[in-house]
């Protein structure tokens, strides 16, 4: 078979599961397996693939039509213009978060500062922390996850992506960040924030494969933010900044928080692409 005659089998194979990306998966999953990415296979589309390489190929198109997303089979995502490896047990970062990333990046470029600090909380494969030190640099960034696999992941990131500013901790916030670490410029979280009784409602890909301490916000989603908001408010300089990505209907909740916890100054809400709320910012007041 050629290469364009085994895309258009498992484009159907997987459309056939109710996979909306069918063409999309089938083009990235043959790349894995040929070692080619997508304009190399428009390129190659009539050349013919071995017997081996076509039955290598469906393993994996039978791997994502039982729905496993196709990060984990190919141990690859892009974000931003990074190319991060990952697997089962690490989120796998979104496009929405680019948002928070663009709107840190403006934060930063705006401060006048030689070597500002940074802290991502719940950093997964290193995302956020990644994007940010690949576009701003010299930058101290502490990225914190919980999980150890997750942890290993971002570490392993910034090794790859040689980003030594990016500082890979295993820890559990706030726990495991005193006070004595403060004095960030800016803290970047996208935190887990789905309501525990939703996580059963979520596609399959989702619900089945990624790991619930990362999407997992308790009963109402909004336990992370509830906890961490205050002593988020004590580890930022004056002047610094917080930015916290949110569900869509989550602003006005998370801003009734930062009121609570005395944060007053500006709050900004950013939205994504699809026009939806999307990140919570707070610029914390210069001393007077
Ligand atoms: N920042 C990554 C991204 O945007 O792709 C991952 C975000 S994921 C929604 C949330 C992450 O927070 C998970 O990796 C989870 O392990 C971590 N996490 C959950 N609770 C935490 C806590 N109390 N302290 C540190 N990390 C935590
Ligand atoms: N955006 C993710 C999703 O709905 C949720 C990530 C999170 O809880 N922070 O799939």
Redesign the pocket.
């Known amino acids: 078979m050629t290469l364009s005659e085994l895309l258009t089998e498992a484009q159907q194979c997987l459309r056939d599961k109710g996979i909306g990306s069918a063409r999309l998966d089938a083009e990235l999953l043959l790349g894995h397996c040929l070692g080619l990415d997508r304009a190399g296979l428009y390129c190659a589309a009539e050349r013919p693939v071995s017997g081996q390489k076509a039955a290598e190929f469906f393993e994996l198109v039978q791997r994502r039509a039982a729905f496993e997303p196709v990060a984990y089979i190919t141990g690859r995502r892009d974000?931003w213009t990074l190319e991060l490896a990952l697997g089962r047990g690490?989120?796998?970062?979104?496009p929405e978060?680019e948002v928070?990333v663009e709107r840190a990046l403006i934060f930063l470029k705006s401060l006048d500062c030689e070597r500002p600090r940074v802290l991502?909380?719940?950093?997964?494969?290193?995302?956020?922390?990644l994007a940010l030190a690949a576009e701003m640099a010299p930058l101290d960034i502490v990225a914190?996850?919980?999980?150890a696999q997750?942890a290993a992941c971002a570490r392993g990131n910034a090794e790859r992506l040689g980003l030594s500013g990016v500082q890979a901790v295993q820890?559990?916030?706030?726990?495991?960040c005193s006070r004595d670490d403060g004095s960030y410029d800016l803290i970047v979280?996208?935190?887990?924030?789905i309501a525990t009784a939703d996580i059963d409602g979520l596609a399959p890909d989702i619900r089945d494969f990624e790991?619930r301490?990362?999407?997992d916000g308790g009963p109402d989603g909004l336990g992370?933010y509830r906890?961490?908001i205050p002593h988020c408010a004590e580890l930022l300089r004056q002047g610094g900044c917080l930015m916290l990505?949110i569900g869509h209907d989550q602003a006005a909740a998370v801003a009734g928080m930062l009121a609570e916890a005395g944060c007053c100054g500006d709050i900004d809400v950013a939205r994504d692409l699809a026009g939806r709320d999307r990140v919570v910012i707070w610029r914390r007041g210069q001393a007077v």
């Open positions: 974000f690490v989120l796998i970062p979104r978060t928070l991502d909380i719940g950093t997964g494969s290193g995302a956020i922390a914190l996850d919980a999980s997750a820890g559990r916030f706030p726990e495991d979280s996208n935190p887990p924030y790991p301490e990362a999407l992370a906890s961490w990505e």
